[in-house]
């Protein structure tokens, strides 16, 4: 099995343009099966998913959720913790050595 016949609960929910909650009430429901990766990752074949989707059992939900500006600092802050700190850490070393 390759690692493409797997996708996430979002991607699911991209897919069949619903709201990620409903893809878990689905999975609760049995009407799609869900696997857990590693017992950490909980994941849906694609396959699976495509027939779903094919089908027309399920109805698309024209719902947009706003990415917030709050949202996108927290998401930049998350994702680049490390170089942010790193960058400080050598700002503070070349001012040693260059100021003290």
Same mark, same amino acid.
Request: proline share 0%.
């Given at each position: 099995?390759?690692?493409?016949?797997? $996708?996430?609960?979002?991607?699911?929910?991209?897919? /069949?343009?619903?709201?990620?909650?409903?893809?878990?009430?689905?999975?609760?429901?049995?009407?799609?099966?869900?696997?857990?990766?590693?017992?950490?990752?909980?994941? /849906?074949?694609? =396959?699976?998913?495509?027939? /779903?989707?094919?089908?027309?059992?399920?109805?698309?939900?024209?719902?947009?959720?706003?990415? =917030? =500006?709050?949202?996108?600092?927290?998401?930049?802050?998350?994702?680049?913790?490390?170089?942010?700190?790193?960058?400080?850490? $050598? /700002?503070?070393?070349?001012?040693?050595?260059?100021?003290?």
């Amino acid at each position: 099995m390759t690692a493409g016949q797997f $996708i996430s609960v979002r991607e699911t929910a991209q897919l /069949l343009g619903i709201s990620e909650k409903k893809v878990m009430d689905m999975i609760e429901e049995r009407r799609l099966q869900a696997y857990r990766i590693a017992d950490k990752f909980l994941r /849906l074949k694609k =396959t699976e998913v495509m027939s /779903l989707r094919n089908s027309g059992h399920v109805t698309r939900e024209d719902l947009q959720i706003a990415y =917030t =500006t709050a949202e996108r600092v927290r998401d930049f802050f998350y994702f680049n913790d490390f170089y942010l700190l790193s960058f400080f850490i $050598i /700002l503070e070393l070349l001012y040693v050595i260059f100021f003290a």
